[in-house]
Every structure is written in C-alpha cells, then in structure tokens.
C-alpha cells in the first residue's frame, strides 16, 4: 500500500515538474506578453495541482492535506486576477515581444 | 401596542450583518486551515485577519452587488478541472512543437452577464479553458486573446456560458 502511494507521488510529481518545463519552454518560445501568458497561466496550474495531488498521500494528516489543496486554490485564483490584468494592460499597450 | 419607535434606526447595514458574518467566519476558517495553530496569539492574528479580510471584501464587493451561489458553482467544478487539463496539455504540445503553432488574436465573446460579479466570475473561470485569456471588455462583450484563432474559440466560451448562466446570476441583486 505504501508502495502504491509512493508510486503515485513520484508519477504525479515528475507529471507536474513537466507541466512546469512546458510552461517555461512556452515562457522563452513563444513571441508576446499574450502568448507567454498563456503557457505560464495553463501550464504552471496544471503542474501545481499534479505536485499538490501527488503529496497528498504523504500528507501526515487531513489538515495538511486540506491546507495544500487550500494553498492551490488560492495560487489559481490568484493567478487567474492577476493573467487578466497583464493581459488587459498588455492589450492597451499593444503585444510587446 | 405602540408602533416600533426604532423603525428609522434600522438601516440597510442591518440586513448586511448575516453576509458580514458569514464572510468573516469564512476568512477565520481558511485561516485556520493555514495556520492550525491552538495558541492565543495565533488565534488573536487570526481574526484580526479575518476583520481585515471582511472588511476589505466589503469595500471590494459590497453585498448588495449580487452574490454568486458557491454550491452551483461546486457543480462545475470537475468539468473545470478536467478543461484545465486540457489547457495544460494544450499549451505544453505547443511549445514543444519545433513547429510552433501558434496564430494568436484576438476575439470579442458576447456575453449575457451584466458587468459585476457575475461576469468577472465568468471571466475568471474562462480564463482556466485552453487556449483563451481574458484581456479586457467592452459593451456586453469580454474580448479574449486566443492562443490560435483557428480553433472554435467564440464557440466553445459560448457553451461555457449557457452551462454557468445557471450557476452565476443570483435570482436578485442584478440591475
């Protein structure tokens, strides 16, 4: 049973730090503020909540685990404001590369 | 039986000290789930922060704007999930393709959500699905910056809507 857990944290966790290389890779390839946005925004939320997911099995208790997920849903709000600010800024500005 | 003297005193806060509550025990739970500490001072900052919290929430979102219905809204929560997914994926094949396809641009979503809650709460949401990121509004639309126009973008938003009209307008509190 253990095993299974740890099994699931390594994959879970080694699926998330790709969703973060992807979104670094879009970060530094794609050619605006606008398109670079979205490979941070998507990406990174998608590798976060795979690295929450795959600690939650070594959370010690159920409010560590409710913390974590706590914490990722504070970064995606936090993170889908924040996308629509720069966004519209961006906008007004017109698509600096 | 003389009439209620005290009717001229009871002003519109009154009808706000169930949301105030409700809004400041909210902030004192997250707080607690952060911070799950049983000692006095961390108790003490707690709800200081949880007054600040409310207080701000309350210059930021006034109850009286309309409230969103959090349980509806739970309803979606898989299908969201599971779009973000699709997001993630989305964007991760695309810059690793040596080809990099992208045609970004912009698109203009009619929305039928009067500008408040309700439609930054679309917005917010949205802004999880592939390939599109609110980037400003203008009369009863939401332009969004499409990572590739070539997808149904404009189509896919409008799906979203029909399925969220339910949960985000409030049966009242709209003008």
């Known amino acids: 049973m253990r095993i299974a857990a740890d099994i699931f944290t390594i994959v879970a966790i080694l699926t998330g730090a790709f969703f973060f290389l992807a979104g670094t890779v879009g970060l530094l390839r794609f050619p605006d503020t606008l398109t670079r946005l979205h490979a941070l925004t998507k990406a990174d939320n998608l590798g976060l909540g795979l690295v929450v997911l795959g600690l939650l099995p070594q959370s010690s208790s159920v409010f ?8 990722w849903l504070l970064v995606l709000l936090a993170s889908a404001t924040v996308s629509q600010l720069i966004a519209r800024a961006a906008r007004r500005g ?3 590369p | 039986m ?15 000290v ?7 025990l909210l902030f004192f739970l997250v707080w607690l789930v952060l911070m799950p500490s049983v000692k006095l001072a961390d108790l003490v900052v707690g709800v200081i922060a949880a007054v600040l919290a409310t207080w701000t929430s309350l210059r930021l979102l006034p109850p009286e704007a309309g409230y ?21 994926v ?51 639309a ?33 003008d």
């Open chain 2, 68 to 88: 969103l219905r959090f349980g509806a809204l739970l309803a979606f929560v898989p299908h969201f999930m599971w779009q973000s997914v699709l997001a993630g």
């Open chain 2, 142 to 174: 939401i332009i969004y910056h499409a990572l590739d126009t070539r997808q149904p973008v404009a189509e896919q938003l409008a799906e979203e809507e029909k399925r969220l009209t339910a949960a985000l307008i409030g049966g009242d509190g709209h």
């Open chain 1, 64 to 71: 560590g685990g409710l913390k974590m997920i706590l914490v």
């Open chain 2, 2 to 16: 003389r009439p209620v003297p005290d009717k001229g005193k009871e002003p519109v806060s009154h009808s706000r």
């Open chain 1, 94 to 96: 017109g698509p600096h």
């Open chain 2, 90 to 140: 989305d964007v991760a094949r695309r810059a690793f393709d040596p080809r990099l396809p992208l045609r970004p641009g912009f698109v203009v979503c009619r929305v039928g959500f009067p500008p408040g809650p309700a439609r930054n709460e679309f917005a917010v949401i949205t802004s999880l699905l592939p390939g599109s990121v609110p980037a400003g509004d203008v009369e009863g």
């Open chain 2, 18 to 24: 169930p949301t105030i509550l409700e809004r400041g």
